[in-house]
Nanobody
């Protein structure tokens, strides 16, 4: 499965962005879809995950500000990011797991700066 992330850009602190992750095939059978991010000099971290059941998990640092959702009909996962902070600056990646293998998108840059 191929994943294509998009929607990144430059935004001022307090602003919003919505990231999209489009899959090359149906995501209905993909139980977990996730967003990760990696800032310069830091390890990649899990930001948010969503199961097929709709259950979600968020990193403490983004809880209450970010919302992950999935549209199985459009084979797309979204990450709505509100109240953005400079520390949210990173390359954001989407990820899924199928058959025990991890599949990553190419990443989209999010920069939060005034």
């Amino acid at each position: 499965v191929q994943l294509q992330a998009s929607g990144g850009g430059l935004v001022q602190p307090g602003g919003s962005l919505r990231l999209s992750c489009a899959a090359s095939e149906s995501i209905f059978g993909l139980n977990i879809m996730s967003w990760y991010r990696q800032a310069p000099g830091k390890e990649r971290e899990n930001v948010a995950s969503i199961l097929n059941s709709g259950s979600t998990h968020y990193a403490v640092s983004v809880k209450g500000r970010f919302t992950i959702s999935r549209d199985n009909a459009k084979n797309t996962v979204y990450l709505q990011m509100n109240s953005l902070k400079p520390e949210d600056t990173a390359v954001y990646y989407c990820k899924t797991i199928r058959g025990g293998f991890a599949y990553w998108g190419q990443g989209t840059q999010v920069t939060v700066s005034s």
